[in-house]
Every structure is written in C-alpha cells, then in structure tokens.
C-alpha cells in the first residue's frame, strides 16, 4: 500500500530547530527522487528540498544554508533538519517523490515558528 507518513512537527521559536522524518511504503520510495514540500496558508504547497537515491541534493532558495535533507534507502525514510527557522517557514510540511508525486499525500506535519 502507497503510503506517506510525517512526524516531528511543532511549535518553535524563531532561530529554533526542528526535524522532520517522513516513512515511505517502498512502492513510493525505492528508486525514486524524494522531496519536502510546504503549504503556508493561503499559499500553494511548495517543493522546498529534494534527494536524489544517489544522495544528490538540491533546495530551495528560501531554505539554502539552512534546511538539510537525507535519506535512508534501507529504512525509506526521509529527513529534513531545519535551523534558523522563521517565522515565513510556518506551514504544514509533506514528503512525496520529486517527480511525479503520488496522489494520495499524507496528512503532513505543522510546523509553526513563533517571532
């Protein structure tokens, strides 16, 4: 079964830290590009850090220098690290793949940075 599960979301003070794990049922995640994306509200969900299965990784502008992705092939598992948060990082936070995220997203993580 397809399935997408987030964790480790809060409530946090801005310069604070957080991270995030994500467990992929291996139909989604073997092989494939895994990303972190967010929704702030009012807003469209945006890809803001992605892996590769060979460990290439990329981010977005907004969070370079201080979000870090990872995986875990053996565990399907996907993390994020996220420091000097702001309050602009608040929003609820998905994984799926890169490129052609399946249809049915987990249920996300709040993420809420205080100022």
């Known amino acids: 079964q397809a399935q997408l599960v987030e964790s480790g979301g809060g409530l946090v003070q801005a310069g604070g830290s957080l991270r995030l794990s994500c467990a992929a049922s291996g139909i989604i995640f073997s092989g494939r590009t895994m990303g972190w994306y967010r929704q702030a509200p009012g807003k469209q969900r945006e890809l803001v850090a992605w892996v590769s299965p060979d460990g290439t990784i990329d981010y977005a502008d907004s969070v370079k220098g201080r979000f870090t992705i990872s995986r875990d092939n053996a565990k399907n598992t996907v993390n994020l690290l996220m420091n000097s948060l702001k309050p602009e990082d608040t929003a609820v936070y998905y994984c799926?793949?890169?490129?052609?995220?399946?249809?049915?997203w987990g249920q996300g993580t709040q993420v809420t940075v205080s100022s």
């Open positions: 799926n793949r890169r490129y052609s995220p399946i249809t049915n």
